[in-house]
């Protein structure tokens, strides 16, 4: 998918996203108020995160989009990875937020506190948000992996965080309802666990971005088969000197070829572009590949 494509399509499905998002937060916030729920008026809270996160993947993804230029010669892909890592740092602060709060209302309620009743709009609120919010998930997953971001993908899990806390939130408030007040602890401790959920989706999602931040290479099966790629194109003696990264969606591959030292410069020449071209079919016209020629005598 051309370059320019691929961020109309991450565009076009954040934007409804964040639209689904706002309507979310604002109806969430009026049920807890409503239905005096501090369950669901936090979970509206949480929401916010969403759109906060919507802002940060239309504004990066458009910016990675961008052409190579005289300040970056490799392209903008990073900046879809920095906002990769945003969003990743965003679910992070949710996730132990969540659970510093559940843990305060448990101590409360064993401390003997008599927790607040929720209304039914509460509830209501919740049980709407987990089918829509799992729905928006599912549907912005799709296309992140379709269009192969980063960025859109990692805001799916976002879109999957809210969820879980929505089923967190029902379920307390549910409990709270239909159990009596000896249960209404139900709902700080499902919000607890949902926590640790969000918490591990930052953890997996934050990793590969400051993994690729931090210039690593690629993974080993990845570069055994661009090792396979370049040992198996006619001309090539040997090579040495492989470095793998990185660049947002895009892979940057560069190597030191050797080939017959009687070869003509022209007939060097055409090896090194046909490394090129087999590695620029298999992992996409965006790849970054650089072939340096040296003679081969024999080791």
Known sequence: MEKHNRSDVATRITVAGMLVNILLTAGKIAAGILGRSAAMLADGFHSLSDILTDVVVLAFVRISGKDSDDGHHYGHGKYETFATMLISFALMVVGVAIFWESLVKVYAAISGAVLDKPGTIALWAALVSIMVKEWLFRWTKNVGKRIDSQAVVANAWHHRSDALSSIGTALGIGGAIFLGEGWRVLDPLAGMVVS????????????????????????????????????????????????????????????????????????????????????RRRFGNQTHVGVHIEPYYGK
Request: net charge negative.
């Open 196 to 279: 640790v959920f969000i918490v591990k989706v930052a953890w997996d999602l934050g990793m590969p971005s400051i993994r690729e931040l931090l210039e690593a290479s690629l993974p080993d099966h990845i570069n055994d088969e661009i090792a396979s790629l370049i040992s198996n194109q006619h001309g090539v003696k040997a090579f040495h000197r492989l470095k793998t990264r990185k660049i947002g969606s895009i892979l940057a591959i560069e190597v030191h070829v050797k080939v017959d030292k009687g070869l003509s410069v022209e007939a060097s020449h055409e090896i090194a572009t046909a490394v090129e071209l087999v590695l």
